[in-house]
């Protein structure tokens, strides 16, 4: 068993002006007694190719021994970043939040006690209660959350997305799954993960811009919407409807009746070929 008891992962890019902040605020998460009294705990924090002075920045404060600092030579995004950590964490229990304190460090022991305790959990969620975000990122947010909801075999807590502790396996098998963008709490609940909730409020963005943008926002969605089936049921439904229309068209308007039906098989082979993507990232989540 791991001499480490919780691993924090936190994915960076082009957070400068905050790390100090960021990183002290974290240590001082960490001295809280509910961590301290379970064993000794790391730091691991994930610069996706930044390109303001973060990499060096993360640099002096690892010399400093405050922390393990990973630097990748590519940008992967928020998921390749977090990836990266998970794969390198040692601890029995696994935390991950974003780095650009949105997410409170302050709420990490009370998300590690819904989990400590309690075998029959496999992760905890910091929940966002509310959240001050840009209005299209709201807006996009909420149309992945009904889409998911809708259409998923598997559904994340409302309000979930990164911050989190899970324990050792659970975050083994979510660091093998292959995707290059989807959201941690899509592939947690695609796990099927039995998991607590801790409600709190998501802060604005330090400097109100968004690291993201509405393609990295869209490219996310999309993974998370096929490793938790929303993606697959959308095509085939699409499909389906196609192909009757098209039949039901295409004594009145042969040509279009056509289109709509060869639209229609491309639409259900396509959900087909997603639904066996979707069982291949399954496998990866075994554990």
């Excluded at 029959?120 to 990122?137: H, I, T, Y």
């Excluded at 308007?253 to 639904?275: I, M, Y």
Aim: glycine share 10%; net charge positive.
């Amino acid at each position: 068993m791991s001499e480490v008891a919780l691993s924090v992962v936190v994915p960076v890019f082009n957070e400068g002006p905050i790390l100090q902040a960021l990183v002290s605020r974290l240590e001082a998460a960490l001295r809280d007694p509910a961590l301290g009294a379970e064993g000794p705990t790391e730091l691991i924090l994930v610069d996706d190719a930044s390109t303001d002075g973060s990499g060096d920045a993360l640099a002096a404060l690892q010399a400093e021994g405050r922390l393990a600092h990973l630097r990748l030579p590519r940008n992967r995004g928020q998921w390749g970043a977090t990836r990266a950590g998970l794969q390198a964490a040692r601890g029995r229990c696994v935390a991950v939040l974003d780095g650009d304190l949105q997410d409170p460090p302050e709420l990490l022991p009370q998300v590690f006690a819904a989990l400590r305790g309690r075998p029959d959990l496999e992760v905890a969620f910091a929940v966002k209660a509310s959240r001050d975000d840009p209005a299209w990122f709201l807006l996009g947010h909420r149309v992945f959350s009904l889409a998911q909801a809708a259409l998923g075999a598997a559904a994340p807590p409302r309000g979930a997305g990164s911050y989190c502790v899970m324990r050792r396996p659970l975050a083994q098998a979510v660091a093998r799954v292959p995707l290059r963008q989807a959201n941690l709490a899509a592939l947690v609940a695609a796990a099927r993960a039995r998991g607590a909730t801790v409600p709190y409020d998501k802060a604005a963005r330090y400097d109100e811009r968004s690291r993201v943008g509405p393609w990295g926002l869209a490219r996310e969605a999309v993974g998370s919407m096929l490793v938790t089936g929303a993606l697959e049921r959308l095509a085939l439904a699409a499909g389906v409807t196609a192909l009757l229309t098209g039949a039901a068209t295409t004594p009145v308007a042969p040509p279009l009746g056509l289109g709509l039906a060869l639209g229609g098989l491309a639409l259900t082979g396509t959900g087909l070929a997603l639904r066996h993507r979707r069982a291949e990232l399954r496998a990866a989540l075994a554990r």
